[in-house]
């Protein structure tokens, strides 16, 4: 039996994506392979890093609460003016994202992996989805969350490689057909509360994670492989931007108090769509959150085994 964990993109939305982690990993389920797009891609690279599994965690969420914008997403009026001029591929150069990740990976090639990774890509030129399982681990995340227009393309191996939310690629499907047994979907979800976002970068990040969003939803209604799927809930009502990087530790903190809920509940296998169904609560004031946030729960060991 073998379980891999699929962690969709979604800006500092990843954040929710650590909580999920940190709630897994104390209720004894662990990945035996990790896939990962976009920022869900850094995570999942970070995880599969030298060390244990709680270890690696806790460094995790201390690097997600320290972690603001501008570490990612550095401004350079010159290049702005650059790229408004059509001299520069982006608003930003990807050097932010790059120390932050050779910084703290800890280790070279996706080869050296602890726990076997694969991160998707988009090549720009044919539109195709990849899935990256060698080379660089850096270059590979890199070229994952490289959303068009914001960061630069990739070159790796003469292909030019954008955002893996972009492409073409099944990833379920793909997920499934490797011979895994148990896929564990964790959603960094979309501010279906929000008001609208206000920036360049929040509308950019805002409708790709809408994109991934969409079209994840529609590979689990479509979804035919032989692995049991179980769809972690994303966190709703959310208003925070996928730009916003100031609320990282309560993203944290209630994706934990909500996935050990969902966990509690002892979850079958659930490959319902309308677990990622698009809604909104434009409109009318969303609901306050039943569970408030606290400081993020210390990631123990695993304690306890979940059946399905």
């Not at 309308?274 to 210390?298: E, K």
Request: charged share 15%.
């Amino acid at each position: 039996m073998s379980t891999a964990f699929v962690l969709t993109g979604g800006g500092s939305l990843g954040a929710v994506q650590v909580g999920m982690l940190a709630a897994l990993h104390a209720y004894g389920v662990e990945p035996d392979l990790l896939v990962g797009t976009s920022v869900g891609a850094a995570n999942a690279a970070y995880l599969a890093g030298p060390g244990s599994t709680g270890a690696r965690l806790e460094t995790l969420i201390r690097l997600w609460e320290r972690m603001r914008r501008q570490d990612v997403f550095t401004v350079d009026l010159r290049r702005w003016l650059g790229a408004a001029r059509g001299t520069r591929p982006s608003l930003f150069s990807g050097a932010g994202l790059e120390r932050l990740l050779e910084r703290n990976l800890g280790y070279d090639s996706l080869e050296d992996a602890r726990i076997p990774v694969l991160v998707t890509a988009t090549d720009l030129v044919t539109g195709h989805g990849l899935l990256l399982d060698s080379g660089p681990v850096v270059s590979a995340v890199r070229a994952s969350a490289a959303v068009p227009g914001v960061l630069p393309p990739v070159v790796r191996d003469g292909r030019t490689l954008v955002d893996g939310a972009i492409g073409e690629l099944d990833l379920l499907g793909r997920t499934a057909a490797l011979g895994v047994s148990d896929i564990y979907l964790l959603p960094a979800g979309y501010p279906c509360a929000g008001a609208g976002p206000r920036t360049a970068l929040g509308t950019v990040l805002t409708a790709l994670s809408l994109l991934l969003h969409r079209q994840i939803s529609a590979q689990l209604r479509d979804y035919v492989g032989s692995a049991r799927l179980h769809v972690l809930p994303p966190l709703c009502p959310l208003s925070i931007s996928p730009a916003d990087f100031s609320q990282t530790s309560a993203l944290v903190a209630r994706a934990t108090d909500a996935t050990f809920r969902w966990l509690e509940a002892r979850p079958e296998a659930t490959g319902d769509p309308g677990v990622l169904a698009l809604h909104t609560h434009h409109g009318r004031p969303p609901q306050p959150d039943r569970h408030p946030t606290r400081a993020p729960v210390p990631v123990p060991g695993p304690t306890k085994g979940l059946t399905t």
